[in-house]
């Protein structure tokens, strides 16, 4: 029997051969280990399966792990030891900060010459000479000579049909349309008013004052309002936290305060007046009521909740000023610096590459469930197709 069954599996077909080899893997339980670690593998690349595990590991951060429980008396105090050792390590770290912003003055003071120039070329009050304006873009590179004079008359023949602007026209409102988180704070109404923005300052707080920062906001001559500087201030702390010195993670903003803004009558965007209807309960007589009410502003930037002594705020007041602080940095730390690569939009893209390999990413896995969806037999496409035009929601 043994002589049979030998000869009839060297006679056997090598396709045969590899059925029976999968149905030992079946036996063996190995085709079920494989299925578990293609879900496992499909599982982790879902993002929202990976943020929901992310915020358990969160969570998880810091919690005793009973590991510190089970150590011996001595080596607990020794590890005591090395904490305190961590608090010095942050109130050296604090000082360190503390240079770092000494160095940010220092330089600011280099730039600053830069800066007034950029601002007098913006409102025309400098003219720049030819060699200044000479610039030779990468794609010019590849350009011919007589390529390069073509588009040289073509450029001349449009500049002689438009007017002679002075300056760069709109160009504060411009960075500001450009970057999406100052976009969205922008109103119709506040366009006309940011037209006549000439120039945006960062003054830092003088050596041995508390670690603060200013924007300073300069307007030319307007119908709007008097100021011709609008400020915004930012106080920082540079110093761990005696209650939980090792949160301490650099300068952070502890406050911020705006200026009044002297509004022309008429002219203040940040309040409107609405007229609402009321009826006597008694009598049924209606009449007309007219009340001034906030009215979304870029303005109400320069108006920031105040925070209280206690430092107790509401959940509103705290995303105001959460989203106060993070624009007040970006303003400070790009937008000033960078100001002529937002207004082109160079710097937007430079951003944006920080999320194309994400993009990417997501592309891919729709690809990919959309093939599977064409290799699925029992799937539907009449399923996924968009309802009738009536049985939409209105």
Not at 138 to 143: G, P, V
Not at 246 to 272: A, H, Q
Request: glycine content about 4%; proline content about 6%; charged content about 40%.
């Amino acid at each position: 029997m043994a002589d049979i069954d030998n000869k009839d599996q060297a006679e056997m077909d090598p396709a045969d051969m590899e059925d029976v080899e999968e149905v030992e893997e079946e036996e063996t339980g190995e085709d079920e280990n494989s299925k578990a670690r293609q879900l496992t593998v499909q599982m982790m690349q879902n993002p929202q399966i990976l943020a929901a595990l992310q915020e358990r590991l969160d969570g998880l951060n810091g919690s005793p792990s009973g590991y510190m429980e089970s150590l011996p008396k001595v080596v607990k105090r020794r590890v005591n030891a090395l904490k305190n050792l961590q608090v010095k390590c942050a109130h050296i770290e604090a000082k360190f900060y503390e240079e770092v912003h000494e160095l940010e003055r220092k330089y600011a003071a280099l730039y600053q010459p830069l800066f007034d120039k950029r601002s007098d070329i913006v409102k025309a009050a400098y003219e720049p000479t030819d060699e200044e304006c000479e610039w030779k873009a990468d794609e010019e590179e590849e350009l011919t000579d007589e390529m390069k004079e073509k588009a040289k008359l073509e450029e001349e023949k449009k500049d002689e049909e438009k007017e002679d602007p002075k300056g760069i026209p709109e160009f504060w409102l411009t960075v500001f349309k450009n970057v999406d988180l100052l976009s969205d704070m922008l109103q119709e109404h506040d366009e006309p008013i940011l037209k006549h923005l000439q120039d945006i300052k960062v003054k830092f707080s003088d050596p041995g004052q508390p670690m603060s920062f200013t924007l300073e906001f300069h307007f030319e001559a307007n119908d709007f309002f008097t100021n011709t500087v609008l400020t915004k201030t930012y106080k920082m702390r540079s110093e761990p936290d005696e209650n939980d010195p090792f949160s301490f993670d650099g300068p952070e903003i502890m406050c911020c305060t705006g200026c009044t803004i002297d509004w022309t009558k008429g002219k203040n965007v940040t309040l409107k007046t609405i007229k609402k209807k009321q009826k006597h309960k008694g009598r049924g007589t209606v009449r007309t009521v007219t009340k001034t009410v906030p009215n979304d502003s870029f303005f109400n930037f320069f108006a920031p909740p105040e925070v209280p002594e206690n430092g107790e705020l509401d959940e509103d007041s705290e995303a105001v000023l959460a989203a106060d602080f993070e624009i007040g940095h970006f303003i400070r730390e790009r937008i000033v610096p960078r100001a002529v690569l937002y207004f082109t939009g160079e710097a937007i893209e430079d951003d944006d590459d920080d999320y194309d390999e994400e993009g990417e990413e997501a592309d891919d896995e729709e690809g990919e469930e959309e093939a599977d969806e064409e290799n699925d037999p029992d799937y539907d496409p009449k399923k996924d197709a968009a309802p009738p035009a009536e049985c939409k929601q209105q």
